[in-house]
């Protein structure tokens, strides 16, 4: 949530943000993190259309984006914490 804070403050360098966790993680896997935080289903149908041109397969760097920002709370734990304000 402190990345999201940051984000929002107006006070970054040049308007941009690298907040990297290290720990990459692919969309299916976000996706079953949000079902197992929210205990609902999302409505996704995996491979529904072709593989576009552009399509991201592997984590990117930004070049020169060197950033000290480190998580200081597990994203399974943030999302909880985000789903319960806004639906409790």
């Given at each position: 949530?402190?990345?999201?804070?940051?984000?929002?403050?107006?006070?970054?360098?040049?308007?941009?943000?690298?907040?990297?966790?290290?720990?990459?993680?692919?969309?299916?896997?976000?996706?079953?993190?949000?079902?197992?935080v929210t205990r609902?289903?999302?409505?996704?149908?995996?491979?529904?259309?072709?593989?576009?041109?552009?399509?991201?397969?592997?984590?990117?760097?930004?070049?020169?984006?060197?950033?000290?920002?480190?998580?200081?709370?597990?994203?399974?734990?943030?999302?909880?914490?985000?789903?319960?304000?806004?639906?409790?």
């Amino acid at each position: 949530m402190a990345a999201f804070t940051l984000a929002g403050s107006g006070e970054l360098d040049g308007g941009r943000l690298v907040a990297r966790s290290g720990r990459p993680l692919t969309v299916r896997d976000l996706a079953a993190l949000i079902e197992r935080v929210t205990r609902r289903p999302l409505d996704v149908a995996w491979s529904a259309r072709p593989d576009r041109p552009r399509e991201m397969y592997a984590d990117w760097a930004v070049a020169g984006a060197a950033t000290s920002w480190r998580p200081r709370t597990e994203l399974a734990d943030g999302l909880d914490a985000l789903w319960r304000a806004e639906f409790s």
